[in-house]
């Protein structure tokens, strides 16, 4: 199985200091943009600063989009599918926590129902972080792994029904364009990513996924 995976993309060894910084890093940043989401979230869309109003940021930062995106940006240029994992774990462990311990105890109220969702987010995100750090690799499992996460990242940018297609929001629209950068490998490949994962969106267009979880 390890030769298997590693004719995907094969992993690149760190020295155990900069995996224990980069780790610490993507925790405290997750702290972080938790924080600062759930500051956005609860505060009066008139309170904040116009450029935010303006973008959104809101809701920006209350739908999954972003955070799909972070997850594969940390997942992807991890070293390891192992690093992946654990990356994005603590990623998820820094933003859940600090944005329901605000929530809990400087907003007042308690989303359980919310909470378990993210926390078990939180647990199956290694699973899932491992599996995509082989998006960047060779090959149609590669091209399949990519092609799902295009798919993910492109529902929370478009909105598609029977008789309409249209962009969700700017920022949205923008981290597809970004993904589309960061999956990148070379011509024929993104061009089959995009086509895949374009397919998959209207195949799975009318199932609600990931809207507004936070």
Not at 50 to 66: A, E, K, P
Not at 155 to 175: C, V
């Amino acid at each position: 199985m390890i030769h298997f995976l590693n004719e995907i993309r094969r992993p690149i060894e760190i020295p155990l200091s900069r995996k224990l910084l980069y780790s610490t890093l993507l925790l405290i940043t997750g702290v972080i943009l938790g924080v600062i989401s759930k500051v956005l979230d609860t505060t009066p869309s008139n309170y904040l600063p116009y450029f935010l109003q303006v973008f959104d940021l809101r809701n920006f930062f209350s739908s999954m989009g972003i955070w799909i995106f972070l997850a594969v940006v940390i997942s992807v240029y991890s070293k390891t599918p192992i690093r992946s994992a654990i990356n994005v774990f603590l990623f998820f462990v820094g933003m859940v926590s600090s944005y329901y311990l605000y929530t809990v105890f400087i907003a007042g109220f308690f989303p359980k129902s919310y909470m378990m969702i993210w926390i078990f987010m939180t647990c199956i995100s290694p699973f899932l972080a491992f599996v995509c750090w082989y998006a960047k690799g060779k090959g149609i499992i590669a091209i399949t792994i990519s092609s799902i996460i295009f798919m993910f990242i492109s529902r929370q940018a478009f909105a598609f029904g029977f008789w309409y297609f249209d962009i969700r929001s700017i920022l949205d629209f923008l981290l597809l364009i970004v993904a589309i950068f960061v999956l990148y490998q070379s011509p024929k490949q993104i061009i089959q990513v995009v086509s895949i994962g374009l397919l998959l969106f209207f195949l799975t267009a009318q199932i609600n996924l990931f809207m507004g979880m936070l």
